[in-house]
DNA sequence: TTTAGCACTCCCGAGTTGGGAGTGCTATGT
DNA sequence: ACATAGCACTCCCAACTCGGGAGTGCTAAA
């Protein structure tokens, strides 16, 4: 596939960083004066026209300077992918903001999701850690007033959640305690799938608790799947969105979600962590994304908890920024769930 | 201010009905067209001309149709406001929504938001019922793993947060308990300010815990502050936004949230449960809404829990149809907040 | 007081045009 | 064989023009 010369290289990735940066079609001239070239304009033209060949670049018109085509815009991706590095002062920041954070998931995703969304100047788009096998850890009941009871639900990987239940009767504290030991001890590091072959009990109470538990456990995948999302009005200020229909018809995907998830779900599937995948112009799978890119990484512990980070920007975004952006930010999500973990291992 | 004749009222609320639906300058001919009126187009003339002097009416043209003023608008909304009246069918249609959720606030506030974005097509706003001076019903200590502590926190009317502390010694689950029990007796019933008053404590570990408590309310008040949004890309949809300047400009309000915290904080101190208020063109205060109207209600119950809901819009609204809704999905709120506030006291 | 008639204003969309940026090709130089 | 200068050609785009049309205000008559 590197079939190009140097030369040719170095005029292709100039041309795109150019474009990048201006959002105007590069022509030969603007090229060689800017750069200090050594070769003409002339010369330019034939690489050009060689390249364009080759299907990295194209003319929006007959006679307008070229434009990378999705092709080109891989090459790019993948020539700088590596070199790409966050400034240093760039990474104190980050990682500052993040130690300085309440040392609460929430706070980490929304936290993660505005800086990407600065940094890049694109929409960010962050997953919280999400436990593919989580395992019961403890189970919490206390009556509070009347029929009204608290159940907390506990899971490893430091996930908590609670409800206020209302029964159909009252129940003794005591009652409930019983219960929750019973439970305790009977789903102690069970699977959810392993808990829900458990469905009848002797004790209705403990059945009725179980059913909840099982509902809950549904609606913590909801939850583990919740998107934070910052920056929707970077968007806006690109001029390849400035006919509100285009605009719109990205923010949707935003608001929706199901395109995004089913997105998160087949790119990550296949990803390892710290592993950085790039979306062009949507793969030719999402149809929505034609007009755009994303940085996607999985950060977390593999087979503990994973999430997600990227960055949703127009095809011409700044690669450069952002691609260090989420690999370091992925980077330090990995070690706070690390962290984490650890720490519940004591 | 009512010194419009009849047929003065008839014209500008006809005006203004089709300049929202149509979005385009309204001339004599078009109306006396549109609305098969007994009176010539010099007539309407004459009383557009009329209204144009009085403030109701604009030109943006030396000849071009006339527009509402911001002034029309509030004569139109103020004229409407007891009128405009929700479908049966469509009250049943929300209503069911509702007693179909789950009974968790947040997909109480997650489904109202949608309810009006989707019947109003603009975007919704809705904060959390908030109890003002909540009181303190319960706390709970869990010891979970090595220095990991649960800490539960239930509120009177049902808001309830769960912690995960790490302490920096191990605690037994006995002294967790005891604490717990004596901080119980200690705070029932008082509020925020009345614990602030209370920060030393002679056992150490009920002194960490208390400044913890008096940490979590805090962040409970900046959550109660936290605002649902939906359907973003309604405003895309408007041809007053299609320069998506101007779009940037209204849904950057909702990115950065601080204006829109402010507005609702001003507007609803000063209203009542059940009553509406409909904000037209920023009402000079707000620069960045100058474009847009907002219907919003309260609703809660007073002095107990209170919260916000209300849409925004472009000027040309339609206020038929979202003045009635935000009015009912108010009403249905205040009642949920009722009927758990009614458990709650049992 | 309403209405018909009329001259006037001014926006807006459709053509038209010229300049400029960029290209490909060819011939010439290295 | 490769690089370059020169040149004719293409085609976009912004500016300009222009006529129609919608709407107005005024006046005079009913």
Known sequence: MTNLTERQKTLLLLLIKDYIETAQPVGSKRLAEHYHLNFSTATIRNEMSALTELGYLRQPHTSAGRVPTEEGYRYFVSEMMNKAELPESVQHTISHQFHQSRPEVEQWMTLAASILATQSQGVSVVTAPHTEQAKFK????????????????VMMGGDVRQQILTLTEPVTQERLSQTATRL???????????????????????????????????????????????????????????????????????????????????????????????????????????????????????????????????????????????????????????????????
């Open 184 to 346: 305790n001890t009977l789903l102690a590091g069970k699977t959810p799938q392993a808990i829900s072959s458990l469905t009848t009990r002797p004790d209705p109470l403990d059945q009725d608790i179980l059913i909840l538990i099982l509902q809950d456990l549904q609606n913590r995948i909801k939850r583990a799947n919740e998107i934070y999302t910052d920056g929707l009005t970077n968007v806006l200020r690109e001029p390849e969105f400035s006919e509100s229909g285009e605009a719109r018809k990205t923010l949707k995907i935003f608001e929706e979600r199901s395109t995004l998830q089913d997105l998160l779900q087949k790119t990550t599937t296949n990803s390892n962590i710290g592993g950085l995948q790039v979306l062009i112009g949507g793969e030719g799978e999402w149809e929505e994304l034609r007009q755009c890119s994303m940085v996607i990484a999985r950060y977390g512990v593999a087979g503990m908890a994973t999430g997600m980070v990227g960055v949703l920007g127009p095809m011409r975004m700044s690669y450069a920024r952002t691609i260090p952006t989420v690999r370091y930010v992925a980077g330090v999500l990995s070690d706070l769930v690390n962290d984490t973990i650890a720490e519940e291992n004591r």
């Open 138 to 153: 403890h189970l919490e009941l206390i009556s509070t007033q009347g029929r009204q009871v608290l159940m907390v639900l």
